[in-house]
């Protein structure tokens, strides 16, 4: 792990790193020490690590719940080179949408597919970071909505370091099998008029998950519209399994 | 409307009263002087004013929040008088499930029914409590689950000084109508295995909703399975709306 940049904020440390050639980024209490919650966050399809979306949450997890995150680019997203395989699938799927294919089930086989690399990723992400004695073994979250949903429900289904979870706007189209391996508190959100997700795949996903604790909210809007009261919701959702 | 006792405990003044033949119950801060919000509560079938869980939630409404709570027993239940109409409906209909007919809609039409008594009771509760100091006009809720949503909906409907309600544990079946004249920011509780509403029943409900912002919180478990950290979540959406 080679950390490349040090910045601090408003009381948030953003440290830039490498680990092998996986770009990432970790957000710390200024003057952190000692072992806090970890949140891994994973960001949505054609984002980054420092997306707009993971960048605001990230910095309310450090300032008002003292928790530590970590985000790294998804391969072909961010700072990653362009990947030919991934590249060359994607623009196969855009032309079958285009004519005329239903996107979702061609979204989920991608994500199932690019899964099979982050998984391994950011469990190597994960070894790394909770050696730093600013952060430490403590308990784990993960936090991703669209890409991040299909990348994170075989992460959390494979990591038993994770206990707790917020994930949406994704289906259970691909992932059914790795979600009925989950068993930890999941808060899922779905948008009820999403256009790139269909309701029931949404719902199939709640119900294909084994936790004893899940809860679903759905709001009305598209695909990009969650509330902003969703973000209240998940930094309460995190303190109350992961503090 | 004649107050009947009044008793304090734990910050807590709990005021018995009659508004013509309806007995109710005031909850309000102890030594509360001056206009608050105020929520009323509809209570469940075959419950009461102060059925456990009305008692509960209320008392934290007034101790963390410093609203005023208001609830009424609804005709046929706590201290009114057995309803002979009403009686003999929920007679039949209980003979009618027994010989294999769906519960839902009987449910649903019976709660129609007593929601023409209900609503205008409600509203004259309104008026009179709203006109005492310690409560006065200020801002109103309504929370109602299972029969307190099939009374609920069509009380907010009706009612424009309810400005956000918490309803759930209820299907479309009779209030679809009602509930297109919805339109302030609603909270809606889905029992996902509920075994007296069934799910896609619950969904219309929600789908039936005008308000530009509604939120459908899904849990697992049966109708009486609402899990606790709903009732945090209660409280939060209530003094995010009436604050």
Redo the contacts between chains.
Sequence with gaps: MRFTSETSSDGVCEQLFFLNEIPGVLWTPEGAAGTRPLIVMGHGGGQHKKAPDILDLARRFVTESAFAVVAVDVPGHGDRPLDEEYHRIATENQARVEAGAEPAPLIAEFHALVARQTVPEWQGVLDAVQKLDHVGAGPVGYWGVSLGCGLGVPFVAAEPRVRAAVLGLGGAAASADDAARITVPIELLVQ?DDERVPRDQSLAL??ALAS?????????GKHADV?V?EL??TL?FFS?HLT
């Design positions: 009820w709640f119900d004893a604790e899940k809860t679903l909210h759905a709001n009305p509330p009261f209240d919701s309460r109350r």
